[in-house]
T-cell receptor, first 114, second 109 residues
Framework: ETGVTQSPTHLIKTRGQQVTLRCSSQSGHNTVSWYQQALGQGPQFIFQYYREEENGRGNFPPRFSGLQFPNYSSELNVNALELDDSALYLC?????????????FGPGTRLTVL | RKEVEQDPGPFNVPEGATVAFNCTYSNSASQSFFWYRQDCRKEPKLLMSVYSSGNEDGRFTAQLNRASQYISLLIRDSKLSDSATYLCVVNLGNEKLTFGTGTRLTIIP
């Protein structure tokens, strides 16, 4: 186990709704990255948070937003859900922001949009 | 052309055999390379980093070919427990991890 936890494990929403996903990073880690993994695809980088500030963003629209809290846990918010948002959402924590810092993934939240 | 490209498989290989996967990447400035393993409905886990000189970890060997822009993973004496999806991961020079679609491997008894 990596020590990274995510909640909820599964979620079903309808188009147009909003969703908040949560991630608790491994103890001692100050960086959280979020990924979207559609079925049969590799994870796609959404954004990264370092010490409560966004530190890099992938090709996702502004309706994907996030927060990081002083304890380094993080939230991913998605507004105006679309059917294509159905995916496994993974967070990964690390100590530091460079890619030499190993990222440890949580078990993911599986989101289904109907 | 995809930024990181892998053969999705599936590769069905008998137990004890040797299997190799390749992965190509688009940006010659890429600096960091990794192989992750993902079991069905689980999160990815780091299998190994890939170093310029090549590196080995037990039955697993990773190689980097910068001239041809590909990395490879070799698994020797494959075990049933090696069945998983293997994800090629590259830092394309923009300090974010870019994942390939993964190669599915099934080891057959």
């Amino acid at each position: 186990e990596t020590g990274v936890t995510q909640s909820p494990t599964h979620l079903i929403k309808t188009r147009g709704q909003q969703v908040t996903l949560r991630c608790s990073s491994q103890s001692g880690h100050n960086t959280v990255s979020w990924y979207q993994q559609a079925l049969g695809q590799g994870p796609q980088f959404i954004f990264q948070y370092y010490r409560e500030e966004e530190n890099g963003r992938g090709n996702f629209p502004p309706r994907f937003s996030g927060l990081q809290f002083p304890n380094y846990s993080s939230e991913l918010n998605v507004n105006a859900l679309e059917l294509d948002d159905s995916a496994l959402y993974l967070c990964a924590s690390s100590w530091g922001t460079t890619l030499m810092d190993t990222q440890y993934f949580g078990p993911g939240t599986r989101l289904t949009v109907l | 052309r995809k930024e990181v490209e892998q053969d999705p498989g599936p590769f069905n290989v008998p137990e004890g055999a040797t299997v190799a996967f390749n992965c190509t990447y688009s940006n010659s400035a890429s600096q960091s390379f990794f192989w992750y393993r993902q079991d069905c409905r689980k999160e990815p886990k780091l299998l190994m980093s890939v170093y310029s000189s090549g590196n080995e970890d037990g039955r697993f060997t990773a190689q980097l070919n910068r001239a041809s822009q590909y990395i490879s993973l070799l698994i020797r004496d494959s075990k049933l427990s090696d069945s998983a999806t293997y994800l090629c991961v590259v830092n394309l020079g923009n300090e974010k991890l870019t994942f390939g679609t993964g190669t599915r491997l099934t080891i057959i008894p």
